[in-house]
């Protein structure tokens, strides 16, 4: 069994390790927050806590009625999350420079630290939090692979709750309730069912379309578990007999997302992130279908659904052990449908895993 509260002791002092004496960190977006201390935010789009650490300690303001964990000796828990309260721990700790995470703190909050916190206020660099969160430790990994399982279990099932006349709306909510019965706190992200010519839209939200026989279902979904987070996407035909089209674009795909598959390496001639998208978007342009891919080939993904590294021709960053991310070339066909293939992958020292399978 893992010993939780370790390894948000581990993440804590390896952040600790860049922070000097009288200085300190101020964490505001919900899944630092979570990733530093396993505190799980219920509602993100409120301010439910700030982290402040040091160089030392880590003090957690919240809510007093949030959950939290036991056994942190690491954490100080303080239940109050009003910035007079974070002032007043700032000059009990006699911390002389406060850095701001300025993408994530409101105006507000920034005004009141100038008027009232009496030392220096500095800003972190945009992407200073991914540094500590883009490989994934080993308890990230347990909770990720579950979500990933959860989804892939799902996908593979749904198709036996295809019939004429069930809406995107029901259909979506089905998804939703076996990911739920399988162990899942909720979906990732809303989940995305369109049937027909409204998958040609990536990111189509349900609607009250109904499904029809010989009629393509697009499926984009995830499940979360313990905050980490799936994605997968599965297209299928309902019906008797695809269309040629359908089973053209099918087989692109497929062979696509196989190239981009077939060129992740790791070691000292890793490949950079850039090739993993070139080899899928190549082979759509060959096949004819290059207008047709009209997004980037995958996106990092942990606690926030979309996280880098992003899977594009433009990302000249080197693939890394730790790092996990989806791969989901597609084809959109406007006024016709939409096939997209997608998995979430995780890469290993020599190799990769793919976690959205059961």
């Given at each position: 069994m893992l010993a939780v509260t370790h390894f948000y002791g581990q993440r804590l002092k390896k952040i600790q390790k860049n922070i000097a004496i009288n200085e300190a960190i101020l964490v505001v977006k919900p899944t630092d927050i979570t990733h530093f201390t396993g505190f799980p935010q219920l509602v993100p789009e409120e301010r439910e806590a700030l982290l402040c650490i040091t160089n030392q300690k880590a003090f957690l303001f919240h809510h007093s009625f949030s959950p939290t964990i036991t056994d942190f000796s690491e954490l100080t828990y303080i239940p109050q999350t009003n910035l007079k309260k974070l002032q007043q721990t700032l000059e009990q700790e006699n911390i002389k420079i406060l850095w701001l995470d300025e993408q994530n703190l409101t105006a507000e909050e920034f005004r009141f630290l100038q008027n009232h916190f009496t030392g220096k206020l500095e800003t972190c660099s945009t992407d200073f939090f991914w540094k500590y969160r883009l490989e994934k430790d080993e308890l990230a990994m347990v909770y990720q692979q579950k979500a990933g399982q959860i989804i892939a279990h799902v996908l593979e099932t749904i198709p036996q709750f295809f019939h004429n006349g069930i809406t995107e709306k029901q259909l979506a909510g089905k998804i939703i309730g076996l990911m739920m019965e399988l162990g899942a706190e909720g979906p990732a992200f809303p989940t995305i069912v369109a049937f027909g010519e409204n998958g040609a839209l990536p990111h189509h939200q349900p609607t009250d379309k109904t499904l029809k026989s010989e009629m393509p279902v697009l499926i984009d979904a995830g499940a979360k578990f313990n905050s980490y987070r799936s994605d997968m996407t599965r297209t299928y035909w309902f019906g008797q007999q695809p269309t040629t089209k359908f089973l053209e674009i099918e087989e692109i795909i497929k062979t696509a997302y196989k190239k981009a598959e077939e060129t992740i390496k790791l070691g000292p001639n890793s490949q950079e992130v850039v090739v993993i998208?070139?080899?899928?978007?190549?082979?759509?342009?060959?096949?004819?279908?290059?207008?047709?891919?009209?997004?980037?080939?995958?996106?990092?993904i942990g606690l926030d659904i979309h996280e880098p590294p992003s899977v594009s021709w433009m990302n000249h960053t080197a693939l890394k052990a730790g790092i996990t991310f989806t791969i989901e070339p597609g084809i959109y066909l406007k006024n016709e449908f939409g096939y997209r293939h997608e998995n979430t992958v995780h890469l290993t020292e020599n190799s990769f895993t793919v976690l959205t399978k059961i």
């Open positions: 998208d070139q080899a899928a978007r190549k082979y759509i342009e060959q096949q004819g279908y290059g207008e047709e891919f009209i997004h980037t080939t995958g996106h990092g």
